[in-house]
């Protein structure tokens, strides 16, 4: 193992990562830093869960050495910063076939996002996972306008099957912008480096970074075997 610098690290996009890449992130950084499970508030009456669950607690002489840094809240109604760096993704061309493609072909992505393997519910519908997938995936998705906006008020009314499908492509796409979000605010105002084990994530926010004009160091440790 090589003696860490005096770099530090964010890793993103999730609140947990494997045990190989942690030993990955620990050779590399004097310290890796990791944001709690973020649940975001869409309404006063909708939004997803939180998950205490941290990195540290299986890891708790990691923690107390200050190798692992933890307890960045990203949690709750997001602010206008956030809001409006989710409609700036949203509203690029790029970022919207990056993510496209990435729900398409890349099964750790969709995992994140998606719970296809006892089927979903799609609005007050319950249907099978490969059939919920077909239709989410469709092309013109890809192209059709969504805003953080519209995604708040779907969740605020009872849904069709087609509202429905709007809804759940819509969360996926917000979920996944506002991690980034909070990763480069999270990096930028701490001085850390991003770094992310999932290649999409990294080709997303590489993309915001690019049409922001950011100046954010951003790393991709491939996963290989496992």
């Known amino acids: 193992m090589n003696t860490p610098d ?5 890793y993103y996009p999730f609140h947990l990562c494997h045990e190989r890449t942690l030993a990955r992130l620990l050779d590399a950084y004097a310290s890796i830093h ?3 499970f973020m649940a975001l508030q869409l309404s006063p009456m909708s939004g997803t ?5 941290r990195m540290g607690d299986a890891h708790g002489e990691l ?8 307890g960045y809240s990203v949690s709750g109604s997001p602010d206008a910063e956030i809001v409006e ?12 076939s990056l993510f496209h493609e990435a729900l398409q072909e890349n099964r750790r992505f969709q995992r994140g996002l998606l719970d296809l393997s006892h089927g979903m519910m799609i609005g007050n519908t319950l249907v099978p ?14 192209h059709r306008p969504f805003t ?8 605020k009314r009872r849904l069709s099957l087609d509202e429905g499908y709007e809804y759940e492509y819509a969360l996926a796409l917000v979920k996944t912008s506002a991690s980034l979000a909070y990763t480069i605010r999270l990096s930028l105002r701490h001085g850390l480096e991003a770094a992310t084990d999932s290649e999409a994530h990294f080709q997303l926010l590489d993309r915001t970074c690019l049409r922001d004009r950011l100046s954010l160091a951003n790393r991709w440790l491939p ?4």
């Open 6 to 10: 005096r770099q530090q690290g964010l």
């Open 34 to 36: 990791f944001r709690d």
């Open 49 to 53: 869960t939180a998950y205490m669950d």
């Open 63 to 70: 923690a107390q050495a200050g190798r692992i840094v933890q």
């Open 85 to 96: 760096a989710v409609n700036r993704d949203l509203a690029d061309p790029m970022w919207r």
């Open 129 to 142: 996972g490969p059939a919920a997938f077909l239709r989410l995936t469709e092309p013109t998705r890809r």
């Open 148 to 155: 953080f906006q519209n995604l708040q008020e779907l969740s």
């Open 223 to 226: 996963r290989e075997g496992y």
